[in-house]
């Protein structure tokens, strides 16, 4: 496994604990759901409800292929198997991955607006100074507006375990201050 990946996995398990109590369970994912859809309020019904149902579709998949001992949580140790076999999350993610962006798009138009991106990516935990370089590298300069389906494919990317130098290790860079 490199590196880069391990240090986003342990970011990404911290993140999914979103109540920090130091194990991944449905509870994380209505949690952090919820947070989303307070960052984007003039998202319609019918995007939060693809997104709540997509967090939960990805808490299946992980609770399914990642908790050993069955004990309906996922542990750090449990967690890191994700990166072993990530082909198993594939769909899961990408569901994740479109539902995700698709909040921060209200409009439908393709394109997310740097304020939408930062309240979405603020709700799922990341620090500010990384979500503004994950943004400038998005955005194509001067725009303020990413593509989302770019968007999308930079989320899904960021699991994938041979990958280095993406645009998601901005999101693990210690914060330029
Ligand atoms: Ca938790
Ligand atoms: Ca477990």
Redesign the pocket.
């Known amino acids: 496994m490199r590196t880069e990946a391990l240090d986003r996995v342990r970011l990404v398990f911290t993140l999914f604990?979103?109540?920090g109590?130091g194990?991944?369970?449905a509870d994380?994912f209505e949690l952090m759901a919820g947070r989303v859809v307070a960052a984007v309020p003039e998202t319609d019904a019918a995007k939060r409800s693809t997104m709540q149902t997509a967090f939960r579709t990805f808490w299946t998949a992980l609770a399914d292929n990642l908790d050993a001992n069955g004990d309906g949580k996922v542990s750090f140790e449990e967690f890191q198997a994700v990166v072993l076999d990530p082909e198993q999350f594939t769909a899961a993610i990408g569901e994740f991955a479109e539902a995700l962006t698709a909040v921060a798009d209200p409009d439908g138009d393709g394109l997310v607006e740097r304020p939408a991106f930062v309240a979405v990516m603020t709700a799922i935990g990341f620090a500010l100074p990384n979500i503004h370089a994950l943004f400038d590298a998005l955005e194509p300069v001067g725009t303020e507006q990413a593509s989302v389906p770019v968007w999308a494919e930079a989320i899904k990317e960021y699991y994938s375990p041979d990958a280095a130098g993406t645009a998601g290790d901005l999101l693990v860079a210690a914060p330029v201050v």
């Open positions: 604990d979103a109540d109590n194990v991944i369970e994380d």
